[in-house]
């Protein structure tokens, strides 16, 4: 079969390094799962290196003609290939409650929508690794203090250590992108749960972050805090001079005062 032409309203940038593709594949631990979901495998350059290892690969795709490229090519991908869109996919329809990491060269217009999904199933989810814009991949992984420290920091921090591994760059691709690229992996925690209510943490952060020049008594405003918290020095500060620790402990306050 010929090889698929890349789709530019699907993202899609195929990998052509070999060498690359099986980097990618080894950042994967293979620890605490048996199945591996790989979102986006286009003609499959990471999936033949998926398929090496003692895990079961599944891949799912959205674009019709990759699909049938790799159930011709992939024999090995027999029932395991998933013809639907990963961000409105219930993965339970295969994993069933199943523990499972996420892998991909992902395409860079849905891959802060991949992160945001993964988090929201975080308890299956034990590890997360693969290729985003370079930018992307620096920015989840960055620590306080940094003008690209944001919510995605912090809230998959919050659940995940975070780690930049290496960058990418544009001519190993067809088409090549226009920025270069950056491969990160997400460890889950040991202890993932929070200390404070899940989802008054998500607001917190976002609301903060959607006004990041502001202080935090100023960007905060909308919780309606009392007249005591908005005293709390915490709230002078502005919201990327905070850990996610220190995230979680204004939410706590939050939560004591009332909200």
């Not at 052509?16 to 979102?39: F, H, M, P, Q, R």
């Not at 295969?94 to 992160?115: C, D, L, M, W």
């Not at 990418?168 to 992996?185: L, Y």
């Not at 952060?205 to 405003?221: G, P």
Request: charged content about 30%.
């Amino acid at each position: 079969m010929e090889k698929v032409k890349a789709k530019k309203h699907l993202g899609q940038h195929f990998l052509k390094d070999e060498s690359i593709a099986k980097a990618i594949a080894d950042t994967l631990s293979l620890e605490g799962y048996n199945d591996v979901l790989e979102i986006g495998p286009g003609m499959g350059v990471l999936t033949k290196y998926l398929l090496d290892k003692p895990t079961t690969t599944y891949v799912i795709e959205i674009d019709t003609e990759s699909v049938a490229y790799l159930d011709s090519n992939y024999p090995k991908l027999k029932d395991k290939i998933i013809s639907k869109d990963f961000l409105r996919y219930d993965c339970n329809e295969v994993f069933e409650g199943k523990q499972y990491a996420i892998i991909g060269n992902f395409p860079y217009n849905i891959s802060t929508q991949i992160v945001f999904r993964t988090l929201e199933f975080r308890h299956q989810i034990p590890e997360f690794s693969g290729m985003f814009q370079k930018e992307v991949a620096q920015r989840i992984c960055e620590k306080k203090g940094s003008k690209a420290y944001g919510i995605l920091s912090v809230l998959a921090q919050a659940f995940y250590h975070a780690e930049y591994l290496f960058t990418v760059d544009e001519h190993v691709f067809d088409p090549p992108p226009k920025v270069k690229s950056g491969v990160m992996r997400l460890r889950r925690k040991e202890d993932f749960s929070l200390p404070c209510g899940e989802k008054l943490f998500f607001t917190v952060v976002k609301t903060a972050f959607q006004q990041r020049r502001k202080t935090l008594r100023n960007s905060l405003k909308i919780l309606n805090l009392s007249d005591n918290l908005r005293e709390d020095t915490i709230l002078d500060l502005r919201p990327e001079q905070l850990s996610v620790e220190d995230f979680i402990a204004l939410t706590q306050k939050i939560e004591a005062d009332g909200i």
